[in-house]
């Protein structure tokens, strides 16, 4: 039965302390480890000033201080978020993250960072600015010349605006959550040379 | 050295010595200095706020480039109306060698630039003359329409500062009073609302003003040159300002930068497949025998878990 193949994947492999604990291996010294949170930090502050953007509207921003700030917050977090990630990915790589039964844990962290790059550039086209405008006009040509731009199109800000506000902040984070529950269900990826199947 | 530190099979939990760590203070502490972060930078550097050009900003900085631009667009000539899928079925558009996955798609946002940009919005003017123009233009031949967009066009490309020209040899048709008209009707606004409400009272989709925009010869793209986003200024990551912008898509810049994309006719789709290529690689890289390796040759874990190592060695 499927149900019990779920469950037996998921839930019935963790150990309660594995989602919490209170101790990590030894090894866990490196300020390295900070920048996994710290993405997390940064979507945890774009997910709350997205979230005011979204309830103020799309316009509000543009003829309030108020809104102006929340909107350069909302920036300055995304800048974060991927300076945070990519110190946190290029970490994983020289750590060879993936051993031991962790290429999925990799497999899901790249794929957020890939999923991160179109939800930033979809944010991106939703300005209501010339930057917005520019960079539709250019993106254009490049989803169009591969097949994508009949299906997706940059032009229309709604569209857009609908994909980066409802659709990718629920993918992104479902990717998150699922990336997060494989880094506690396998643990931190000992040190190289502690021996093993590498 | 202890047994636990010795040889660890990395796929076992770790059963060797453990350290407190208390992941929910890590995680608070992070969102509220990442929060602190953010909102300091945001208090310095605030985010840039450009306004959107329109058609009537186009019309009153640049007329003459805008009657050039909106001829081109009923001649046939414009980018667009050259355009091919999903617009059009004008030509091929790139290919990726043998694949022409622009063409495959196929016309799922059909423009024509001569009816939706010019022919369309002038018959919303209650004017006779202007009417009467758009009926000779809709009652002529393809052949005719041709002739008279592209004679018209040949001579303002002559004069290019010029916003009309008079028909002295008979060869312009309707074209000069329909694109006179447009200019009106750019100039006080009436074209960009006929434009973004031409399919729906309440728009989300800006995709016909911002083509016609797009299509324009000189005050779009030099618009953008002024702000260092065209292409060749590495204007795929460029925000207006000193903003840092798409930094993250440097590699994505970086491609149009150099030989033989930056020359191609098809750049768009070797670098977009290039870069689909990559992230493919990267999503899969454990897999891959070199590049899983170099890790264990240029030992900077050796770095990152020093303290473990020096344990080791002690």
Excluded at chain 1, 109 to 123: E, H, K, M, P, R
Excluded at chain 2, 154 to 178: E, F, I, Q, R
Excluded at chain 2, 278 to 290: C, H, Q, Y
């Amino acid at each position: 039965m499927w149900t019990v193949r779920v469950r037996e994947a998921t839930v019935e492999k963790f150990e309660p302390t594995d989602i919490l604990p209170d101790h990590q291996p030894a090894y866990v010294t490196s300020w390295i480890y900070v920048a996994g949170v710290a993405t997390i930090a940064a979507f945890v502050s774009l997910f709350i000033t997205g979230l005011v953007l979204t309830l103020e509207g799309p316009a509000w921003w543009h003829n309030s201080s108020v809104g102006h700030y929340f909107n350069s917050v909302h920036l300055w977090s995304v800048e974060l978020f991927f300076v945070f990630m990519v110190v946190h990915l290029w970490g994983k790589f020289w750590m060879a993250a993936w051993r031991g039964k962790r290429m999925m844990t990799w497999i899901t962290g790249v794929v957020c960072f890939l999923a991160s790059i179109i939800t930033g550039f979809t944010g991106y086209l939703i300005q209501g600015n010339f930057d917005s405008q520019w960079i539709a006009t250019q993106a254009k040509d490049g989803f169009n010349a591969m097949g994508i731009g009949a299906y997706f199109n940059p032009l229309n800000t709604g569209q857009a605006m609908l994909i980066h506000v409802a659709l990718l902040p629920l993918v992104l984070g479902g990717l998150i959550g699922w990336h997060v529950i494989l880094v506690r269900r396998h643990g931190v990826v000992p040190p190289i040379e502690a021996g093993g199947a590498e | 050295m202890s047994p636990a530190l010795s040889k660890h099979d990395p796929s076992k939990k770790w059963s060797g010595p453990t350290r407190p760590y208390d992941l929910i203070k890590e995680a608070v502490i992070a969102i509220v200095i990442v929060g602190i972060l953010a909102g300091g930078l945001a208090a310095v550097f605030s985010s840039p706020d450009e306004p959107a050009l329109t058609l009537k900003s186009w019309a009153l900085t640049d007329p003459a480039d805008f009657v050039q631009t909106a001829t081109s667009e009923l001649a046939g000539t414009s980018g667009t109306a050259g355009y091919g899928a999903p617009y059009n079925t004008a030509s091929d558009g790139q290919v990726l060698g043998p694949l022409k996955l622009q063409k495959w798609a196929g016309v799922r946002i059909p423009i024509n630039t001569a009816k939706d940009f010019v022919v369309k919005p002038l018959t919303i003017l209650p004017d006779a003359a202007v009417q009467t123009a758009v009926n000779a233009w809709n009652v002529g031949s393809a052949d005719e329409q041709t002739k008279w967009a592209t004679s018209y066009g040949d001579a303002l490309a002559k004069s290019p500062k010029a916003l009309s020209l008079p028909d002295t040899n008979n060869s312009y048709g309707p074209v000069p009073t329909m694109i006179t008209s447009l200019l009106g009707m750019a100039i006080n606004g009436a074209l960009d609302g006929a434009l973004t409400t031409s399919d729906t009272p309440l728009p989300t989709d800006f995709t016909k003003p911002m083509l016609f925009i797009a299509d324009s010869g000189t005050y779009f793209p030099d618009y953008a040159a002024a702000r260092h986003l065209h292409g060749d200024q590495w204007g795929v990551m460029n925000e207006t300002g000193s903003w840092p912008g798409q930094s993250w898509l440097w590699l994505f810049s970086f491609f149009y930068q150099v030989e033989p994309f930056k020359s191609s006719e098809n750049a768009d789709t070797w670098v977009m497949g290039l870069l689909g290529v990559l992230s493919v690689a990267l999503i899969f890289l454990p897999f891959i025998p070199f590049i899983r390796r170099i890790p264990y040759k240029i030992p900077v874990h050796r770095i990152i878990w020093r303290n473990w190592y020096r344990r080791k060695q002690d």
